[in-house]
């Protein structure tokens, strides 16, 4: 269970809430105590719309939380982010897991994939490549995919197989479709009923749906009321193969994917 510490004003579901280390920090810890695994920190909104943070600004943000989890909280530290020079520091200060939420696309300020993936070989961290169509700012305008399972598929094999050449064990390396991120609410969905084919490869598959805008605009529910169904996407993830899961709700989530875990 990878549990969401957003050191963000502008989060879609909890932007401002953990913009102050010390509460993001508190953050973390309650989540170990609720069950956590992992806990992912990150510097940077990717909502649809949302404006880019230089890798200065999103460094200054992760930097205090980071130092004092690491140093605070058994739990491996994991980054969110897309910039190369944000996982460099991170993996510096400590950080386990490096959550490439571009799935090793050249960052917005050029920096390179592949430096991101040898940077996690190098430090013997785990990397979680997730697919992104588009950039943040506009990528729910009009996504478009011919076999939106097969392509994410493609993407994310290619990316392993990159990761892999730059030095990262297969076993270092998860894979997420990235649901929300360039798809609409119905690809989102085509994803989350193909997570068993993604898992096929071999690799463990991550599953993100905390929250997401998918339930709001096939079911109506408003951000504050979507707990019951991430759950429900968080256990069928689980049923259909994948092996870990991202939410900001940790107590519910562990609850009911044990569930799910027992019937496997
Ligand atoms: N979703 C978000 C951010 N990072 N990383 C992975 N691997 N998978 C996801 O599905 C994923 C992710 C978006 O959620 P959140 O962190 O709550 O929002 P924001 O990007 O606005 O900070």
Not at 26 to 50: K, Q, W
Not at 154 to 162: H, M, N, S, T
Not at 245 to 259: D, N, P, S
């Amino acid at each position: 269970m990878l549990g969401i510490v957003n050191v963000t004003a502008d989060s879609f579901s909890d932007g401002g809430r953990y913009f102050d280390p010390a509460r993001a920090i508190e953050h973390g810890l309650a989540m170990r105590g609720e069950g956590a695994d992992l806990v992912d920190v990150g510097g940077e909104s990717t909502r649809p719309g949302s404006v880019p943070v230089p890798a200065r600004e999103e460094i200054a943000r992760v930097r205090p939380v980071i130092e004092r989890l690491v140093a605070r909280c058994p739990l491996p530290v994991s980054i969110d982010t897309r910039k190369t020079e944000v996982a460099r520091v991170a993996l510096e200060l400590g950080a386990a897991i490096v959550n490439d939420v571009s799935g090793l696309r050249v960052d917005p300020e050029g920096g390179e994939g592949k430096d991101r993936a040898e940077l996690a070989a190098r430090h013997g961290a785990g990397l979680v490549l997730m697919h992104m169509q588009g950039e943040p700012s506009t990528m729910q305008a009009d996504p478009r995919y011919d076999d939106v399972v097969g392509e994410v598929k493609g993407f994310l094999f290619d990316a392993a197989r990159r990761a892999a050449e730059a030095g990262v064990p297969r076993e270092s390396i998860a894979l997420d479709p990235g649901l929300g991120f360039g798809k609409s609410a119905a690809q989102s969905l085509a994803l989350l009923r193909g997570v068993g084919e993604l898992a096929e490869a071999g690799y463990p598959v991550l599953v993100g749906a905390s929250r997401k805008s998918l339930f709001g605009k096939l079911w109506n529910l408003p951000l504050e009321e979507r707990l019951e169904a991430g759950l429900a996407a968080a256990v069928a993830s689980v049923l259909r193969g994948a092996r870990i899961v991202r939410t900001h709700e940790v107590r519910a989530t562990v609850r009911a994917v044990r569930v799910a875990e027992a019937l496997l």
